[in-house]
């Protein structure tokens, strides 16, 4: 069966547009089976920025939090972080993890380029501190805003009393030997031993909604966790969340909540300059794949693991 896995992946990685001299990590666990890795340029083991997929983690920390009574998502953003602007006060924790704040992304990718600067969460609260006014108000849209997980990651360090690498390496990555991931905030742009963004493009040293460095292996053992609840708080994770008027969303605790052929998806994507990655699990089903890229097509990669799922039905 795992002969026949590997071929079928290689097709559809190749269908994909994919060429044998481009970087890339495929996972693949199809219905409880051992995982297949497909690479081109890597290893299955290589640590890699995973973007986006950080927001998982951080939502889980935060659920540990509220597990423990230290974090209450009806609580402010004010309470926690002080030092924004009065809009704060508007803001709930749970808009932050629903990405329902109304938030301004405070600084993008480009004017850090232009700057010749890193991205950092000081960096983030600095250049939200300098707005006056949100983008729209808290709890009445959904709007995907990376400065929101930023923050949610402030609240989490605050909360817990200790860096939020620190309380996830504890209570995350080694209880699920996850033994190869990690947050990295610098000052170096990646790990020592992981593989750069380009250099020209150095990976976000934010964390919260970026800043987890990981490998295949490990991101197919966390699907693994989180279907299995081995945290504790798998239903809170994968429970979507509402507008304030109660419209209920598709978008969990940094998960995206989708149907797929009657098979309920939990699904999310990451990028960053030189980096596209996609993390997809079914319910119920043991089902799980991963794609990590080294380049900056987000629909090539977003519709490999489209494929990789549709081929597993």
Partial sequence: MALGLRDSTAALIQQAGFGADEPLVVGVRQRGEPPVFLTRGLSADTVLYTASLSKQVTAACAALLVQRARLDTSSTLAQW????????????????????????????????????????TAGVIEALTRHDRLDGTPGTAFRYCNAGYVCLAVVVERAAGRPLPAFADDNVFRPLGMSA?????????????????????????????????????????????????????SELLQTPGRLDDGTPLDYAWGLGVREHAG??????????????????????????????ALDDDEDRTERLATSLLTAGE
């Fill in 81 to 120: 972080m002080p030092e924004l602007p009065a809009w704060a006060h508007g803001i709930t924790v749970r808009h932050l993890i629903h990405h329902t704040s109304g938030l301004p992304e405070g600084v993008d990718f480009d004017d850090l380029d232009r700057a010749g600067l890193d991205r950092t």
């Fill in 181 to 233: 991931t990690r947050y990295w905030a610098g000052p170096a742009p990646h790990p020592p031993g992981a593989a750069p963004t380009p250099a020209q493009c150095p990976a976000a040293l934010s964390l919260g909604d970026g800043g987890m460095w990981s490998t295949a292996p490990d991101l197919i053992r966390w699907n693994d966790a989180l279907e299995r609840d081995e945290l504790g708080v």
């Fill in 263 to 292: 098979r309920r998806i939990h699904r999310h994507g990451g990028r960053w300059a030189g980096v596209c990655t996609q993390l997809v699990r079914v319910a119920g089903e043991g089902s799980s794949f991963v794609v990590i």
